[in-house]
């Protein structure tokens, strides 16, 4: 059994929450009940709020959206290397996840696997991409829907 860490609930279920991003809430015109759904749904964890916008991220952590924004560009400028540079090359090539992971054995990643912790590698990496992908699928199986009715109409109109 994995540790559980501060912060980290213990999941409930194997369903997959639903990801929500931050710009989505607050650019929706979501009513009363709507936004109160989507405030359960985050609070039960059945939804996930990533990313954040700066404003979301401030409100929740209750500190000024201007402490954030300066903390963002000192971050963007000073990344702790010695040279500046985030990878230690100046070549200004900063290695993503993705490449690292990529780069890693086998036996590096088990190992990783296990020190994250496996429900972090899943809820954080694979969990989120398939729910992205089924969204996807299901608005092309509904755009698909809605032009069959339209192709059937004009078909029997002619």
């Given amino acids: 059994m994995t540790p559980n860490y501060n912060g980290s609930p213990t999941p409930t279920s194997t ?56 903390i963002r560009r000192r971050g963007k400028r000073g990344n702790g290397h010695a040279n500046g540079h985030a990878n230690g090359h100046a070549n200004g090539h900063a290695e993503t996840l993705a490449e690292h992971i990529r780069r890693a054995s086998p036996a590096e990643r088990l190992e990783a696997g296990r020190e994250v912790g496996l429900d972090v590698v899943w809820d954080t990496m694979i969990a989120p991409v398939i729910v992205q992908e089924r969204a996807a699928a299901e608005l092309i199986v509904v755009a698909a829907e809605k032009q069959a009715p339209a192709a059937a109409d004009r078909s029997t109109a002619a």
């Fill in 15 to 70: 369903a997959i929450p639903r990801v929500v991003t931050g710009q989505y809430c607050a650019k929706a015109h979501m009513s009363r009940p709507q936004r109160a759904r989507l405030a359960a749904a985050l609070a039960a964890g059945t939804a996930v709020l990533t990313p954040m916008t700066i404003k979301q991220a401030a409100a929740v952590t209750g500190v000024p959206v201007l402490d954030v924004t300066e």
